[in-house]
């Protein structure tokens, strides 16, 4: 009974405001999956599937035993968004930053290509 009120409300309040509340349709939608939070890093892309990349980066990490520094390499996986998957490649510099849980290994999407110096170290 509360639930069908509920749904009456919305209706209400989506016929004022002119904005169509369709239920829930089971598809995922490009712009539910840009919703980010958390941690953005950047990196070259080494791997290239249909709707994921697989991003790679150095980062130092400090040895407290022989109070040195190392270099180690990261690969996280991120989603392609359709509309950038023609734009970016292997071998390309990208933004990405941290979203929900998209599967089991996908917790980041991209966010955009990043242009650098032909300086850069790849």
Partial sequence: ???????????????????????????????????TRGRTFEGFVTKKFPRRVVVEFERTVYVRKYERFYRK???????????????????????????????KIIHFIVVEKVTHNQGDKK
């Fill in 1 to 35: 009974m509360a639930k069908e009120k509920q749904k009456e409300k919305a209706r209400e309040a989506s016929e004022k405001t002119g904005k169509v509340i369709s239920g829930n349709s089971g598809k995922t939608h490009e712009s539910d999956l840009a919703k």
């Fill in 73 to 103: 390499k990261t690969r996280l996986h991120a989603r392609l968004p359709a509309k950038m998957e023609s734009q970016i490649n292997v071998g390309d510099y990208v933004k990405i930053q941290e979203t929900r849980p998209l599967s």
